[in-house]
């Protein structure tokens, strides 16, 4: 019995893998290329801590050195944030869409700071 089940196992393995493997040769439609990028440097931007364009505009709240917050107002197409960090990583926020309420954005970089904040947008 334990033969058959072990059989059973290894026939839906490869069944799996090969179905995976076919979606992953699958095209996927092409998306938008992002707009220019907009940017906030830390210490930079002090006098203003925003960006603006035709499709949304943020404004940075608060920021806590190793973390940023704020609000975007999309008014159309995407948006999304890409927060890099003095140690060389960085972490990047999902595409936000337009709607009538602000969105709550941040960004954070554990155990270092943020260097500077891309704003990204699309369609």
Sequence with gaps: ???????????????????????????????????ADQTIIAGANAASPSVATASYHCVITANYGWRWEGYCNVYSGEMRTITYCADGSHTTGLWIGARPEAWDVWGNCPGSTWTRIVFQSRG
């Design 1 to 35: 019995m334990s033969g058959c089940i072990a059989r059973k196992i290894a026939t839906f393995g490869v069944t799996a893998a090969a179905t995976l493997g076919a979606l992953g040769a699958t095209t996927l439609p092409a998306t938008a290329e992002p707009a």
